[in-house]
């Protein structure tokens, strides 16, 4: 990361609130200023069974309804060790077809997939934001803001059964089966509430926009967050990306016409304040970029990767030793990110401290969230390893 760059704030299934159905505000597109998107970009896709799917349904889920009903054989046809054995895996979010052909996901990627197969089955779904505190994540200088969402799984009211189920011998089946990828403790303390099909598409799309983002892609990122926004026009979670992307690409007036739109609506939303503050001193309005500047400070004096950004700095400028000590500050407060257990390791292994270094390196390979930086870490703790036995 290059210190100094433009910080710009997304959000990754992200938690605004979720208010009454609206209908888009056209004020907010500007698809002249953009070229076509190089992928398609269409909501049926998103919970579209493939041909494989729907085999899988056929010879697998099937069979497993029979026996333990539809919840728990889609649940144990899916998730059990012996079945299709699915990664978690935040490089990219995707939709079902896509997430069962790769045999992985994130979160939302894996709630899509199984709620494609539960209304295969004929099972209601149902979808609920959980109120944890959201973890953060960053694509180079772009800082995202990772929130939760799970599902759950329920019988219609007119079930007749389906399946071949011979009258008298149909297995047991709930009103409602929760389904969660946090740890089954963590669960039980959340607070949830319910959010539309509509929300969990455009949360969706917004993945995509910050992920094409991330890319550098602007244009494809345009038309995600577009898109979001037309799904669930009353979610602010991609009005804020759409913000972002506006900013990147140079349309600064069209940024700050839709982040405006989201501080309207919730006046203490940390992420377009963080990004009005970019566009504001851009257009060369120090005074009111400053004015809000004083607010966000009060509101969030420790703002997520301060300290990561201060250790990166210490990095730069040589210092190992306040580098180390911030990286450390970061890791107390989020003690599973990888990146920020990665650069403590690096800070502990030029110090010298080898056995530091390792510890911390092994926790981030083991909390590496994409495949890349798994094997990256894994490499270099096999190098200390290696070292160690020498």
């Not at 992928?39 to 010879?59: G, H, K, T």
């Not at 995707?94 to 894996?110: I, M, T, V």
């Not at 959980?130 to 007119?158: C, E, M, P, Q």
Request: aromatic content about 10%; glycine content about 6%; proline content about 3%.
């Amino acid at each position: 990361m290059k210190i100094g760059a433009v910080v710009l704030f997304a959000l990754l299934v992200a938690s605004c609130a979720v208010t009454p159905v609206a209908a888009p505000d056209a004020r907010f597109f500007n698809d002249r200023l953009f070229a076509a998107a190089s992928e398609r970009i269409d909501a049926r896709d998103v919970f579209a069974l493939s041909a494989e799917m729907q085999r899988y349904v056929n010879d697998e889920i099937a069979a497993r309804s029979r026996t333990k009903g539809r919840q728990r054989g889609l649940i144990d046809a899916l998730y059990s060790k012996d079945e299709l054995k699915l990664e978690y895996d935040t490089e990219m979010t995707r939709n079902a077809a896509q997430a069962f052909a790769a045999r992985s996901g994130n979160c939302l990627s894996l709630v899509i997939m199984t709620a494609a197969f539960a209304k295969e089955l004929g099972l209601t779904v149902e979808y609920q934001k959980v109120f944890v505190d959201d973890a953060w994540a960053r694509a180079g200088d772009i800082y995202l803001s990772i929130g939760h969402v799970n599902l759950t799984l329920g019988k219609r009211k007119t079930d007749s059964g389906g399946f071949g189920y011979r009258v008298g011998v149909r297995p047991p089946e709930s009103e409602g089966m929760m389904i969660d990828f946090l740890p089954p403790d963590d669960l039980h303390r959340v607070r949830t509430r319910a959010i539309g099909e509509e929300v969990i598409v455009a949360m969706y799309m917004n993945n995509r926009a910050v992920e094409a983002l991330a890319r550098h892609q602007l244009d494809d990122a345009y038309w995600w967050a577009r898109e979001a926004v037309v799904q669930a026009p009353a979610f602010l979670t991609p009005y804020n990306t759409l913000g972002a992307i506006y900013q990147r690409h140079g349309n600064l007036k069209e940024s700050e016409l839709v982040l405006a739109h989201v501080l309207d609506r919730e006046p203490d939303n940390i992420q377009a304040m963080s990004n009005l503050i970019v566009v504001l001193n851009s257009l060369g309005r120090a005074e009111e970029s400053q004015r809000w500047s004083a607010r966000l400070a009060k509101m969030d004096p420790d703002p997520p990767f301060g300290y990561f950004n201060r250790g990166l700095a210490a990095m730069r400028d040589g210092d190992v030793k306040a580098a180390k000590e911030a990286f450390a500050k970061e890791v107390a407060r989020a003690p599973d990110y990888h990146e920020f257990n990665f650069w403590l390791a690096v800070a502990y292994l030029n110090l010298g401290e080898v056995e530091q270094a390792r510890k911390y390196l092994t926790v981030a390979m083991k909390n590496s969230t994409t495949r890349r930086d798994h094997d990256l870490y894994a490499a270099k703790l096999d190098r200390i390893n290696a070292a160690r036995a020498n």
